[in-house]
């Protein structure tokens, strides 16, 4: 049977359980369940919304404009927190297993997007052999767009700080904000065709998902 991205993820989530200081773990695991539950859901953008274009840098030193993602038919978008996220890593990962090869065969266009300096991106795209655009979002222009970014708490900043972290050093803005974990696919007149949002970052987008999202519509 083969292995979903949920299964995954509930495995490296088991394992950082063991590996990290319990002190730590139990700061992450609150607040992923706090994120869950105090996610401000009704600011994030919805199916049907439109976004506007936009230019962000590449890991390859171009630029990348979501015009021209979209140029010939819908694209798929990732945003993910950053190259220094094992759960992120593990994602992008089984999006280049599960989804690219099907994409490519539909001629859809996949790029992943985080706040990190363009050369977070870089070593996110080397270390996971990446064939996809990974795109940095420096101030999360992009992502407070589309109502999906948040400030982690005191608690929570001081623990990613501890653990190697560090957003302030990590970012390209030195700024202390994130995206949730989202998928979307986005049309060629920039409409969101498909939105899916996670505020508990060890739960990502299935690829099953986002292909049936691109399936044909049906006639009623």
Not at 87 to 107: D, I
Not at 181 to 186: D, H, I, M
Request: charged residues 25%.
């Amino acid at each position: 049977m083969t292995e979903t991205l949920r299964d995954a993820l509930t495995g490296l989530k088991e394992k950082a359980k063991e590996l990290l200081p319990s002190e730590v773990g139990a700061v992450f695991s609150a607040d992923q369940e706090r994120s869950a539950r105090v996610a401000e859901r009704d600011k994030f953008a919805k199916a049907g919304s439109r976004m506007d274009d936009f230019t962000l840098p590449d890991a390859a030193g171009g630029e990348t404009t979501l015009s021209a993602l979209v140029a010939d038919g819908p694209a798929v978008l990732v945003f993910y927190r950053g190259a220094w996220c094992p759960y992120c890593n593990l994602a992008l990962r089984a999006y280049q297993q599960n989804l690219l090869p099907a994409l490519k065969e539909q001629g859809v266009p996949l790029a992943a997007i985080s706040p990190q300096a363009p050369d977070g991106s870089l070593s996110m795209r080397e270390t996971n052999e990446l064939e996809y655009a990974v795109l940095s979002d420096v101030g999360n222009l992009v992502a407070r767009g589309l109502g999906i970014t948040f400030q982690p708490t005191a608690e929570v900043r001081a623990a990613m700080t501890g653990a190697g972290a560090d957003l302030a050093e990590r970012n390209g803005d030195g700024q202390w904000e994130l995206p949730h974990p989202a998928v979307l696919v986005v049309e060629p007149d920039r409409t969101i065709r498909f939105i899916d949002v996670q505020p508990d970052y060890t739960v990502r987008t299935e690829p099953a998902q986002v292909l049936e999202a691109l399936a044909p519509r049906r006639m009623p």
